[in-house]
């Protein structure tokens, strides 16, 4: 079955740097506001509370990821791919001093993919 989020090498390599400067527990959730809504921003459990109303999409390099269920409805079609372009991270995320940022891709789930998501009771 597809994975609704992954991660690049690149992006994984960059989580690992950040749990060697922050620890072991991290978090991400994906903007919605800001951005164009394309940063998947890092932050420590204490930095950020999630609610009743973010999905779990899953896990990228052992570190669960968060979207607001507003987010998800437009994005539940799509695997999110986590990837990392050089510049400035966002204001809030922690990879924001190494001069790269985390980047949201997307694709479509095909339409085996999403059946059997639908079938798994996934969305």
């Not at 992006?11 to 809504?37: M, R, T, W």
């Not at 896990?59 to 990837?83: C, M, N, R």
Request: charged share 15%; glycine share 10%; with cysteine.
């Amino acid at each position: 079955m597809a994975d609704r989020v992954i991660a690049t090498p690149a992006a994984l390599e960059l989580i690992e740097v950040l749990k060697q400067q922050y620890g072991p527990a991290l978090l991400f959730h994906q903007s919605g506001g800001c951005c164009d809504n394309s940063a998947a921003n890092c932050y420590l459990p204490t930095d950020l509370t999630i609610g009743p109303y973010d999905v779990h999409l899953g896990d990228i390099g052992g570190v669960p990821f968060y979207i607001s269920a507003s987010q998800y409805e437009y994005w539940k079609h799509t695997q999110l791919i986590i990837d990392v372009i050089a510049g400035q991270g966002g204001t809030f995320s922690l990879e924001g001093s190494t001069g790269k940022a985390f980047h949201t891709r997307s694709r479509l789930f095909s339409n085996e993919e999403w059946a059997e998501l639908q079938a798994a009771g996934l969305v």
